[in-house]
T-cell receptor
Framework: ETGVTQTPRHLVMGMTNKKSLKCEQHLGHNAMYWYKQSAKKPLELMFVYSLEERVENNSVPSRFSPECPNSSHLFLHLHTLQPEDSALYLC????????????FGPGTRLTVL | SQQGEEDPQALSIQEGENATMNCSYKTSINNLQWYRQNSGRGLVHLILIRSNEREKHSGRLRVTLDTSKKSSSLLITASRAADTASYFCATRANQAGTALIFGKGTTLSVSS
């Protein structure tokens, strides 16, 4: 599809679990993003990485921990989440940080019980 | 606060009709983009219009931008059932180091 893949597509976890979301882009882009999409709310930018360095962290709780080992891969490590963290988590990439067009993955639907 | 806000929140039309969605924003922008999202999927970039442009076309899509009113519209002509999706505007402020800000979206339903 768009060259950005996300795994898993669906995840159900308890509040005490630790899990990770994975994103991979095959577009040769230098910037990668994590967004949270909740019902009836605008898309919320969580983290931005440019050339593997974090350039934006929008006051996200520490129970979300991003990792960018290289420019093609982005992880979101989750631990001790709350039910209100249930949402669609979208990964995106762009040629550069603040590049014109972002390419999105299909998302991970997360449910926290 | 939220930069882009779409109107209406939901729109239902018949196949073949035109669909118009509006986006209003608050601060000076460098560009405005429209994205489409099919149910439970990622967003797909549709079109970008820069602050010095007034109108742009792409296939059945027409986007206008009025910077004096801080508003944009997306027109989909001759709609099809496959156009059923949510449509989001996203704005890039003029300030350096700012992220793309998305609105809440308009949900379009096209029935055959």
């Amino acid at each position: 599809e768009t060259g950005v893949t996300q795994t898993p597509r669906h995840l159900v976890m308890g509040m005490t679990n630790k899990k990770s979301l994975k994103c991979e882009q095959h577009l040769g882009h230098n910037a990668m993003y994590w967004y949270k999409q909740s019902a009836k709310k605008p898309l919320e930018l969580m983290f931005v990485y440019s050339l593997e360095e974090r350039v934006e962290n929008n006051s996200v709780p520490s129970r979300f921990s991003p990792e960018c080992p290289n420019s093609s891969h982005l992880f979101l490590h989750l631990h001790t989440l709350q039910p209100e963290d249930s949402a669609l988590y979208l990964c995106a990439s762009s040629q550069e940080w603040q590049g014109d067009e972002q390419f999105f993955g299909p998302g991970t639907r997360l449910t926290v019980l | 606060s939220q930069q882009g806000e779409e109107d209406p929140q939901a729109l239902s039309i018949q196949e073949g009709e035109n669909a118009t969605m509006n986006c209003s924003y608050k601060t000076s922008i460098n560009n405005l983009q429209w994205y489409r999202q099919n149910s439970g999927r990622g967003l797909v970039h549709l079109i970008l219009i820069r602050s010095n442009e007034r109108e742009k076309h792409s296939g059945r899509l027409r986007v206008t931008l009025d910077t004096s009113k801080k508003s944009s519209s997306l027109l989909i002509t001759a709609s099809r059932a496959a156009d059923t999706a949510s449509y989001f505007c996203a704005t890039r402020a003029n300030q350096a180091g700012t992220a793309l800000i998305f609105g809440k979206g308009t949900t379009l339903s096209v029935s055959s």
